[in-house]
């Protein structure tokens, strides 16, 4: 056979599926035909809320519905700034004042709640977690217990002790009355302990031998290998943080001071009824964080799914 000839050999075999390669192929795109369809149904309230929000105000509610705006247009969003009106930003209460947007001084507002709350939340659910899985103290069992089935009570059913609370520390109306509450979270405490016991009890006793305090251990050693199960912790607080509603509602009373979710709830009502385009132009500009937030780290959702499945 000439060099030519086997050359030309693999442009004559025909690429084709074979008849039994194909029926074995089949549940599988069957799978994936379904799971294709559960996307598209999942995905298309977010596809609406963005197409609302560029529709304008006059044709949100007309029959049959636009699913692609003849006329986009950012009227609404433009709109909501507007309404919002210009509000006041006290940095760090120095008395240096900003004056911006309301809308953009709520995004401020919510970032920084956010931010604080998340990093306190992941540092003090690591330290309880570790306590629980590497250190041995009389009660740890019953104490680890006590938090677990503090899951079982409703967020709902400690409001008003909280507030009371926050009431008669003088709290209310602050920043620090809607993030004292949550500097630690029972689900943290669970993940983060679950997780850490699974780490190699040898690399803590070597740490001790050579003289390395327990703050050492827990900030060189612990922390950068459960980086899996803080990352997924501080997304789980992110996300519950800055889309928290009913808290901040109960504590904030001034309109600088309202959060993102908080404030859009107060602007997209009128006397003539509720207008859409507003409504969802605000939903909309509160989703895109948490949409990038999402996308930059997905690959750290997946692992949440995993981390309290560990027996221990």
Do not use: C
Not at 102 to 112: D, E, M, S
Request: hydrophobic residues 55%.
């Amino acid at each position: 056979m000439t060099t030519k000839s086997i050359a030309a050999q693999p442009a004559d075999r025909s690429i084709r599926m074979s008849p039994h390669k194909f029926i074995r192929s089949l549940p599988r795109m069957f799978i994936m035909l379904i799971l294709t369809a559960v996307a598209v149904v999942s995905l298309f309230p977010l596809y609406w809320l963005f197409v609302t929000a560029l529709t304008p105000a006059s044709s949100t509610v007309q029959l049959p519905p636009q699913l692609i705006p003849k006329n986009p247009t950012l009227e609404n969003i433009s709109e909501i700034i507007r309404i919002s009106g210009t509000g006041e930003l006290n940095v760090f209460n120095t008395g240096w004042i900003i004056r911006m947007p309301r809308l953009l001084l709520w995004f401020i507002n919510t970032t920084w709640i956010t931010l604080f709350s998340t990093a306190f939340h992941v540092l003090f659910d690591a330290m309880a977690g570790y306590a629980f899985a590497k250190r041995s103290f009389p009660g740890s069992r019953v104490l680890f217990y006590m938090v677990v089935a503090a899951l079982m009570i409703p967020g709902q059913v400690t409001l008003v002790p909280l507030y009371l609370m926050i009431t008669r520390m003088g709290l209310t109306n602050t920043f620090t009355g809607v993030i004292l509450p949550g500097l630690a979270d029972v689900i943290g405490i669970f993940l983060l302990k679950q997780f850490m016991q699974t780490l190699p009890s040898e690399l803590i006793e070597a740490a001790r031998v050579d003289g390395a305090s327990e703050w050492t251990i827990f900030t060189r050693i612990i922390m950068p290998l459960s980086a899996p199960a803080l990352a997924v912790t501080a997304i789980f607080a992110f996300q519950r943080y800055w889309n928290s509603f009913l808290w901040p509602l109960i504590v904030l009373q001034s309109p600088d001071l309202f959060t993102l979710q908080v404030g859009l709830s107060y602007i997209h009502t009128s006397e003539f009824g509720t207008n859409y385009g507003l409504l969802m132009a605000g939903a909309a500009l509160a989703a895109v964080p948490m949409i990038i937030f999402f996308f930059t780290f997905q690959k750290y959702f997946m692992q949440g799914l995993r981390i309290g499945a560990i027996k221990g």
